[in-house]
Structure formats: structure tokens, C-alpha cells
């Protein structure tokens, strides 16, 4: 079974800190994303990468940056913490072309 | 620009019965389409997907139709039963990319 997982999940900060997100797999996926959902939105890319130290802007990347060191881990790193980033933040992994799988969330509070 | 729909943001359906879920898409580019359901408090969990050659495709409970012509997905769910009840997201991958583009979900209420 594919397993990704989350560091945090209920996560509370405050206006302009920095925070961090991890997100692990352990299938040896090349692919990984970062989403964020929204009521009324749906699920909206953040990030994602394709391999070790390459990232890719998806629709909406201000005020993240990402970071993939290693292939099974895939960062998530919100520089100043605003309000407008409280959100449910999603990390997910795929092989190739293929199903992504989701991790089960982290609900972030920005105060 | 949404570039995939679901218009209905809910839908309540008795046990037993059958589950419609609608999407809608506007690029011709897409050629891989699949729904997730979520429930509160966790990732999505995928469920069930079609390629865009196909027309239909059929998992138990679950069969999901693809009009090429109309730009229409449908999830279809027979009998429908109250474990079903979550938010289903319908999400299509463009050709010759690894993104997915989620709709915006239709929440679905399974009553008995």
C-alpha cells in the first residue's frame, strides 16, 4: 500500500512566521505535489516536482516555496505566514503519469 | 478559469438509490480523467478513472461515463449506501503532463 504522510495534522501559527510541511512517501514515486482546498474551490496546486531538487510553480504559488532534498520527501514552506494562508494543505505522490495519492492533510490556523 | 465543473455543490440521494455525480470540462487536452472522494479531516482517496479512448468504465458500485462530444464526466453509484456520503472531486490530467486539475466537488449526502 502506498502510504504518504504528513508531519502535522492540526498545525496553529501566527501572522508572519515561517512554517514548515513535510510530506513522506515511501514508494519511491517520482512525483510529488503540494494542493491546498478551499471551500468552494476545490483542490489547487501549490507545487510539485518531478524529482530530487526540481520544482515546478503551479497555479498558485505566491507566498510558498518547496523544497525536495530527498526523493521520498517533498517540503512545503510558507516564508511569512498570512491569514489568507489558513487553509487545509494537502501533500500528494504519483509514478509517471499515473494516480496521485494523498496524504491526510494538514489543517493549518494562521492567526 | 475553471477549466473543470461540478455545478452541483451538493446532492442528497436515498439509500438504496442511485448517486449521479456531474463534471464538466473545457480542454480538449485532456485525456485521463478520474474522481477522488474525501471525507472531513483526510486526503482524498481515489476511486475510480477513464481514459479518454474509452467511454465507460465499471469498478462494483462505481461506473463512470465519458462523453467526449459534450465534455461530460459522470459518476454514477448504485445502490448508493450512507458510507458513501463525502465530498467527490472529479480531476483530469492533460496530455503529455503529470498535473491533475480538480474540480471544485460535489458534496454528496447518502440518507437512509
Redo the contacts between chains.
Sequence with gaps: DVKVTQSSRYLVKRTGEKVFLECVQDMDHENMFWYRQDPGLGLRLIYFSYDVKMKEKGDIPEGYSVSREKKERFSLILESASTNQTSMYLCASSLGTSTQYFGPGTRLLVL | DQQVK?NS?SLSVQEGRISILNCDYTNSMFD?F?W?KKYP??????LI?ISSIKDKNEDGRFTVFLNKSAKHLSLHIVPSQPGDSAVY?C?A?PYN????I????TRLQVFP
Design positions: 461540478q455543490p485521463y478520474l477522488y479531516a483526510e486526503g482524498p482517496t481515489f478513472s472531486f480531476a490530467i503532463t503529470d498535473k491533475l480538480f474540480g471544485t466537488g
